[in-house]
């Protein structure tokens, strides 16, 4: 399987593996210009809004400074300028769209943007490897220009349910989530692309997992034409369906012989409430930060031994 050219209309999707191989391919350098001052002229620099194709108040870059290569394997990284900006909302209340794009002095020519995942609200860096590829070389270390944002809103826990909610009564903001911040953050990172290179990318792709990979299929459906390609990785598409699914199977585990049955769901939800309930910061009968009790060490044994105790 070849390259799908989205520019041409079709709505292609990659196979992972095919596209994991495109990466591989023509990773020649392009010569660089001195990286350092290359990379130091885009601090500060502004991109007014009539280069991004939705409304927005313009962006700016807050920072951009050149790290250098390290690491070894899957974890090596190449010299590159990491570059932090920000796109301004129109309504002064939304809040901004921050990004990360990082460009490495040996440049392939090609870009890569990375989709997010849940509810958005945490910066993506795009410089650890594609969804489904870990272990594996990253794009970035490949030669590729990578980008991701935060989705448009920032919280300080991404499983705050209640602080994803509160971000998305702000109109702007629910919109950017729901696909527009995908189509700003491109046109930024390509406006970006051309003052640090010279040109645009010859190939531009997607890739995203879960909310990530939704937003691989919101970008070919509408605005295919700055794509070759896009990956969407089990996509958490069709959120109706999705959560009626989660429905359905409450009410299977409900009916009489079900697996685990309701008596043994309730001794592991005791369990779980038992260990990790505390890890809040509230003995309450609500595990309500679940990376909290998570990090705990062991991370809430008595589950595992619950689990272990249903399967018996
Ligand atoms: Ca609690």
């Not at 920000?86 to 309504?91: E, G, L, N, S, Y």
């Not at 491109?186 to 692309?193: G, K, R, V």
Request: charged share 15%; aromatic share 6%; proline share 8%.
């Amino acid at each position: 399987m070849g390259e799908l050219n989205l520019r041409r209309g079709a709505l292609g999707l990659l196979a992972l593996g095919a596209v994991l191989g495109a990466f591989g391919v023509g990773a020649a350098e392009r010569a660089p210009r001195d990286p350092a001052p290359a990379c130091r002229s885009l601090s500060g620099v502004t991109i007014p809004a009539r280069q991004i194709g939705l409304p927005t108040s313009g962006a700016s870059v807050v920072s951009a400074t050149l790290q250098p290569a390290g690491g070894s394997g899957a974890a090596a990284k190449p010299e590159y300028c990491k570059v932090l900006a920000q796109i301004a909302p129109v309504d002064p209340h939304a809040q901004p769209i921050r990004v990360e794009l990082n460009l490495p002095t040996a440049w392939n020519r090609k870009a890569v943007q990375m989709g997010g995942g849940g509810f958005d609200g945490f910066l993506v860096t795009a410089e650890g490897p594609a969804p489904g590829a870990a272990g594996q070389p990253t794009p970035l270390s490949m030669g590729y220009a990578t980008f991701g944002s935060d989705g448009g809103h920032s919280v300080a826990n991404p499983f705050d349910v209640e602080g994803q909610v509160a971000a998305f009564m702000n109109d702007e903001v629910l919109e950017n989530y729901a696909g527009a911040q995908l189509k700003k953050t491109h046109d930024l990172a390509l406006a970006l692309i051309r003052l640090r290179y010279g040109e645009a990318p010859r190939r531009t792709y997607f890739v995203g997992a879960s909310a990530g990979g939704r937003e691989a299929l919101a970008v070919a459906q509408r605005w295919g034409a700055d794509y070759d390609g896009a990956v969407a990785y089990f996509p958490a598409a069709g959120g109706v369906p999705l959560v009626t699914e989660f429905g359905r199977v409450a009410r299977a585990l409900a009916q009489p012989g079900a697996y685990p049955d309701p008596a043994k769901q309730a001794l592991l939800h005791k369990a779980v409430v038992a260990a990790c309930d505390g890890a809040d910061g509230a003995v309450d009968g609500l595990v309500s930060n679940p990376a909290a009790a998570a990090s705990t060490s062991p991370p809430c044994a008595a589950p595992a031994a619950a689990t272990r105790a249903m399967v018996a």
